[in-house]
Nanobody
Framework: QVQLVESGGGLVQPGGSLRLSCAASGMIFSFYVMGWYRQAPGKQRELVARFTSGGGTNYEDSVKGRFTISRDNARNTVYLQMNSLKPEDTAVYYC??????????????WGQGTQVTVSS
């Protein structure tokens, strides 16, 4: 019954900013490692940013210094702050949750995606 719902996508000019949100339900939020992925037209889905199991963060090289992942456990929400956006950031952005090893249950879940378009 895990559900992830992304929001905050839209059209923005190069150099602009957006903040994506992912609202989670149906799980103990703090037990899950959260991340953001994206998929551009004709390309494979790729990691954008995620928390590590050790409490740190990983970022795709092209977004380092521009994007920041954060989470608010009290609101069961993970965010992706995107600054200095470039046209190559255009993609559908997906929220991902990776959970505990529960017998008979899935460990990973995905949201429906939110479109980010960077264009002048």
């Amino acid at each position: 019954q895990v559900q992830l719902v992304e929001s905050g996508g839209g059209l923005v000019q190069p150099g602009g900013s957006l903040r994506l949100s992912c609202a989670a339900s149906g799980m103990i939020f703090s037990f899950y490692v959260m991340g953001w992925y994206r998929q551009a037209p004709g390309k494979q889905r790729e990691l954008v940013a995620r928390f590590t199991s050790g409490g740190g963060t990983n970022y795709e090289d092209s977004v380092k210094g521009r994007f920041t992942i954060s989470r608010d456990n009290a609101r069961n929400t993970v965010y992706l702050q995107m600054n200095s956006l470039k046209p190559e950031d255009t993609a559908v952005y997906y929220c991902n949750a990776y959970g505990p090893n529960i017998p008979g249950a899935r460990r990973d879940y995905w949201g429906q995606g939110t479109q980010v378009t960077v264009s002048s």
